[in-house]
């Protein structure tokens, strides 16, 4: 089935894996209808569909701004879309908020906002293109590759996407008769600002210690905060180095509904290979995440040796290599440089 002339509306179609359908979809002769979440979002959506436009002239962009964690916005979203386009054959719905905090720091006020964003304008967005996809068209929900990693730090995460898949298999069987298919696709870690926002807070602490004076405060003092940045940052990208069970190229069930030829639609196909390719990809990109944990790791053993059990935790927990041995001598000797500080310490 060919692409051409139909209208695909991508919910955060603005940015991120929501931008990346939009090139793919455009490529294959759609017309992407874009949404974004703020207004300080305009900005970079207007410079988006104007490089859309020029490399694609053919085709027909429209960007629309909408805060879909209430019903009203959603309706009206799909309103302007069908006002503009004149129907909608695809929606993709790449909406989402990533909060990684340890359960007893998850505010009330956090916890409503991720289930409204992640959990509310899912089902909303489901509803409304159960009214407005033509026969024969597609919804297409993205959920995530942690619902089956069951990662530290992501509670509030996992939790409010975890409905969005019961959600799609739900709305699968309703909107059988009237031949819309209903999918949802659990990408696994992709290059993003939060994945660069980790990285970063990894290198100031390596900045950190390779400054740091040993003639000054107790390093425990220095570095109880950066400590536990480190924890936190490592435990969340150990969810993304962590095997194969982590990160799944497609999800097993769409794989056997693409691939058993019940749903060969061209679009479906090629939404799978760009998970594919895009978290082979990734898997190469986390090899070296993962071995710049292990130097760091080393690196603040051997600088701060009143820190080393500390160091050593981590790299357990977040399934590192373990730290070289150190032989008495040098424990001995790293014992008596750091003073009565570093002797409780141990």
Do not use: C, W
């Not at 994945?195 to 807070?201: F, V």
């Not at 390779?210 to 150990?238: C, F, I, W």
């Not at 014992?335 to 310490?345: H, Q």
């Amino acid at each position: 089935m060919s692409l051409k002339g139909k209208t695909a509306l991508i919910t955060g179609g603005a940015k991120s894996l929501g931008a990346d359908i939009a090139k793919e979809l455009a490529a294959l002769g759609a017309n992407p209808a874009l949404h974004y979440n703020s207004a300080k979002s305009k900005e970079d959506a207007t410079k988006f569909e104007a490089v859309l436009k020029e490399k694609y002239p053919g085709i027909k962009f429209r960007s629309n701004q909408a805060d879909l964690t209430t019903e009203a916005a959603v309706n009206k979203l799909f309103d302007s879309v069908k006002k503009d386009f004149g129907k909608i054959d695809i929606v993709i719905n790449t909406v989402g908020k990533v909060l990684k905090k340890p359960i007893q720091d998850v505010t009330e006020a956090e916890y409503d906002e991720m289930f409204a964003v992640n959990s509310k304008s899912a089902f909303f967005i489901l509803k409304a293109g159960a009214k407005n996809v033509e026969d024969g068209g597609k919804l297409i929900t993205i959920v995530s590759a942690l619902l089956a990693a069951f990662t530290g730090f992501s509670t509030s995460y996992a939790g409010s996407k975890a409905p969005v898949e019961h959600f799609t298999r739900g709305v699968a069987k309703e909107l059988q008769p009237p031949g819309i298919s209903v999918n949802a696709v659990a990408p696994g870690p992709m290059d993003t600002q939060q994945l660069k926002d980790i990285i970063q807070d990894l290198y100031q602490i390596m900045v950190q210690v390779s400054t740091y004076d040993t003639t000054g405060r107790p390093s425990r003092d220095v570095l109880s905060n950066e400590m536990k940045t480190l924890s936190a940052s490592l435990q969340a990208l150990h969810a993304t180095t962590s095997g194969n069970a982590s990160l799944p190229s497609v999800p097993p069930e769409l794989l056997e509904y693409v691939e058993n030829g019940r749903n060969p639609d061209i679009y479906t196909r090629e939404f799978v290979e760009l998970v594919r390719r895009g978290n082979q990809l990734m898997r190469g990109k986390m090899h070296a995440f993962g071995e710049f944990r292990d130097v760091l790791a080393r690196e603040m053993a051997t600088a701060l040796p009143e820190v080393r059990a500390d160091v050593e935790r981590v790299v357990r927990e977040t399934g590192g290599r373990p730290l070289p041995e150190v032989n008495g001598a040098a424990a001995a000797g790293a014992s008596s440089s750091t003073g009565a500080a570093g002797n409780g310490a141990r």
